[in-house]
């Protein structure tokens, strides 16, 4: 998008949601001065003294906007599966939202369409918390725990630090045979430095190595080999210590401490646990679009190799938690994705996954009763936290752990949230700012936008001091779809890209400001 529209949108973000806060402050101490919204000390202002000044406000769902109806109906546009069950939440009437939400949207733009025809989800609760998180690690015992409970009776084998002479002579003929064939100047001098250097480490490799069984303890590393710019804990274990591609994989990485704060070293936070069933098995899953499951009691349509349900998947994973001794931790939704090679290039090895289906069992920490974490995006230096399994009929095919929160003081158990017409009225407007498209060129043929999920959830908000310091937050995420087509003939969308369903508009509940979801402001 060019530099000038950016700055256009900015501006009119800025302004726009200015004025809807102004105008809907009870009183003078509520205001949310968002000027600098990411002072996560204002939201905490903001999420409280609403409570000690007037009483909670109560609207009827019908009243919020002409074009928002209750309704628990399907349509034809509806996610993965059948008709969606929407649960009962005292927030419904607390806050004056719908459970459907239907909105017609003019854009300026005539190549713009947007659309929105949702479900509204919220939490079984009648208050929203506001509470601080820091980058979190795991402890010696959820390791072990984990470890225990995937791995079994599967003895795993710590990473070998060297290579066997006969396996280094692989290497060497590899290099050999392609240096054969090669013609590219560049390549055929990478080709000869890489011989150079196999034939050194061939001279001091041991013709036999003894593998190490691996109790699933992390172990100490150093960040840095030339130059000291910390420690972290780290296990790497795998069932086939001599094939890293097949079997069993376990591993965790931990965050880094006892840093060179001299260094100018950016050190990237999220420890994690990754964990899969055998590495030859789903190696696309990765690459491929996750859709949100909307009924979960049947197979969806159309899923390839899956005989259980998505509430059997849900099952499987609740059941893991709870007889490991998790029970904190609770499943947030169930995906359905392929494992599908995308790439015009054949596979490196066979997978006896083949181009079947899985689930995705998403999970987040529990804060008295509430959940907290959703699928997240990824900030770049400081990850969201996000865990899921991957289910099929086998039981748990993969796990991933990442980024964990520490769970800091609550600012209140009780935010304080704007009722859903002022929502409602941000909404309208920021969508058609946003998805502005009259500077995209002449290229652009259409660009389509549908919402057909909305969620009042959690998500952090970081610190604009300090970059390892947030805030945890209720928001309204408007999940949906794109799609763009240009004159030249290629088009893409939600659908062609990997991962979760997209957040169209993430709105803060406390003070309507507009959160970006990959970096959290």
């Not at 005989?307 to 998947?313: E, V, Y």
């Not at 928001?475 to 890209?497: A, I, K, P």
Request: hydrophobic fraction near 35%; proline fraction near 5%; charge should be negative.
């Amino acid at each position: 998008m060019k530099t000038r529209q950016l700055i256009k949108q900015t501006l009119a973000w800025i302004g726009i949601t200015v004025i809807l806060i102004s105008g809907i402050a009870c009183s003078a101490p509520t205001k949310a001065d968002i000027s600098e919204k990411r002072n996560t000390e204002r939201l905490e202002a903001a999420a409280t003294v609403v409570h000690a000044s007037v009483s909670e406000p109560q609207f009827v769902a019908e009243d919020v906007v002409s074009t928002a109806q209750k309704s628990d109906s399907a349509d034809e546009n509806k996610p993965v599966g059948a008709e969606a069950i929407v649960p009962d939440s005292p927030l419904y009437d607390k806050l004056g939202a719908p459970k459907h939400y239907s909105v017609e949207l003019k854009p300026t733009s005539d190549v713009v369409t947007i659309t929105v025809d949702a479900d509204v989800y919220l939490p079984d609760t009648d208050r929203m918390p506001t509470l601080h998180v820091t980058p979190g690690d795991f402890t010696q015992e959820e390791v072990t725990r984990l470890f225990r409970a995937l791995c079994g009776d599967t003895v795993m084998y710590k990473v070998r630090e060297q290579m066997t002479r006969s396996e280094i002579a692989e290497r060497i003929a590899d290099v050999q045979d392609e240096l054969k064939t090669a013609t590219d100047k560049d390549r055929i001098k990478k080709l000869e430095s890489n011989l150079a250097y196999w034939n050194e480490a061939y001279g001091n490799a041991p013709e036999t190595i003894e593998d190490q069984v691996c109790e699933g303890i992390p172990e100490e590393r150093q960040l840095g080999i030339q130059e000291y710019l910390g420690k972290y804990l780290t296990l790497d274990a795998y069932q086939n210590p001599n094939d890293y591609r097949t079997g069993k994989h376990f591993s965790v990485h931990g965050n880094t401490y006892d840093k060179n704060l001299k260094s100018d070293y950016d050190f990237p936070v999220g420890a994690n646990v990754h964990y899969s069933r055998d590495l030859s098995y789903g190696q696309h899953l990765s690459y491929n679009v996750k859709k949100w499951i909307a009924n979960e009691n049947v197979v969806p349509a159309g899923a390839v190799g899956l005989t259980i349900t998505p509430a059997d998947a849900r099952r499987i994973v609740e059941t893991f938690w709870a007889e490991n001794g998790f029970m904190d931790m609770a499943v947030s939704g169930v995906y359905l994705v392929r494992n599908n090679n995308t790439f015009s290039d054949p596979p490196e090895r066979a997978d006896a996954m083949g181009d079947a289906h899985a689930y995705v069992v998403t999970c987040g920490k529990l804060i008295n009763g509430i959940l907290l974490p959703a699928v997240e995006q990824g900030d770049p230096h400081w990850g969201f936290e996000n865990c899921c399994f991957t289910i099929t009929d086998n039981g748990i095919e993969g796990f991933t752990w990442y980024s964990p929160y520490a769970y800091g003081e609550l600012t209140t158990d009780n935010s304080a949230m704007l009722p859903f017409d002022t929502i409602d009225e941000i909404f309208r407007k920021m969508m058609l700012v946003r998805y502005d498209e009259s500077d995209a060129g002449n290229t652009l043929t259409s660009a389509t936008y549908h919402i057909d999920r909305v969620v009042l959830e959690m998500s952090r908000v970081t610190n604009r001091k300090t970059s390892e310091k947030g805030l945890l937050v209720p928001v309204w995420n408007f999940y949906g779809s794109y799609y763009f087509t240009y004159s030249d003939g290629h088009n893409y969308g939600s659908d062609d890209r990997q991962g979760f369903p997209d957040s169209l508009l993430r709105i803060n509940a406390i003070d309507g400001s507009i959160i970006e979801p990959r970096y959290g402001c």
